[in-house]
């Protein structure tokens, strides 16, 4: 907790981001993973190995576009960086890790953009709709990856306007999730080069072997792509619940 603590206080984040939340949520997500590391390893190679296979399939090697990079536990990238002439790590925030891990190469850049578009709007009590956001662009990467961070996206405005609008009724807050999860598709889908999509496309509470509930984390907004599926046990008892297990079904894509 001081550990926390300590580092929600010595790591830079642009002041919109610290006030809305995700320095606090990226610092905990690191304590998450450093908990259950060994449980999270499978899915973590696996979304690798499927970034590292869309790669491979990338014949111009310009620049490659991270979105969510987060502290790089899904991120291969030190294979980027050899493969690439330009590595550009997108979040809101960083981790004083990730920057070191940064500084390795010379080729590897840390921009802070929100990519739903959304803060903006958040704080300056517009009608929250996700948009393009401004500075941030696409359009010269011969790969875009977005690893894990698909249902993540409306997670903490949905929190935010909760807390700031309490009178927002749930179904409007459910309309404002899935357009949020929806913007980041289409965004998606409007790149030129190679994208490499890997998203929870089901979350499953379990006793053990036996399935309780089953959620959907994207809110039926589908991404309409095949691609391979594994299991990530993100949250086995107690991490969230005291008496079950959280386990998510991703599927990394790539077109
Ligand atoms: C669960 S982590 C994804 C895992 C990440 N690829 C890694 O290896 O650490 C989600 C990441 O998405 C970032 N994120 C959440 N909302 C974002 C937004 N609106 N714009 C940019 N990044 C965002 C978080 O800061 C976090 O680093």
Redesign the pocket.
Known sequence: MLIEALKYLTTPCPAPYRRIG?LK??IA?EAR?KRNRATWQPH?DRTRAVIIKAAEQVTRKDTVI??????????PLDRLAHAFGRVRL????FLNETRRAATFYSNVELEH????G??APLLSREVPQPRL?SGLSLGDADLVIS???LA??PL?PLDYLRRQRPSIDDEELEAFAQAIIRSHLGLLETCAGTVCLVTEVERQIRDGERLVESVDPLRGVLPDREGDEWVWDIAPRPELLPDADIRNRVRGMVW
């Open positions: 995700y949520e990226l997500t993973f973590l991270v979105l969510g990079a987060g502290m790089l536990a899904d991120i997108v979040d809101v925030c953009h929100d990519v739903t959304i803060v956001p690893a894990n961070v993540q996206l903490i």
